[in-house]
């Protein structure tokens, strides 16, 4: 159960404050590279991996240390 998964492991409020801070920063970012005049789907490719590593180590260094 999840429950058990951050008992052990990792604390729920880093995990939550870590998905909203996540969420807003992959809006900015895309909204940021849409209105320099890239395609949605261009600007998406650009920024997955880049948000891919962000959130690997984020999620290794800080909510489950």
Do not use: C
Request: charged share 20%; aromatic share 20%; proline share 2%.
């Amino acid at each position: 159960s999840s429950r058990s998964i951050f008992h052990k492991k990792g604390r729920s409020k880093k995990y939550i404050i870590f998905i909203i801070l996540t969420w807003l920063l992959e809006w900015f970012l895309l909204e940021s590279l849409i209105n320099l005049d890239f395609s949605k789907i261009t600007s998406i490719i650009i920024l997955a991996p880049f948000l891919a590593l962000i959130s690997f180590f984020l999620q290794r260094f800080y909510v489950f240390r």
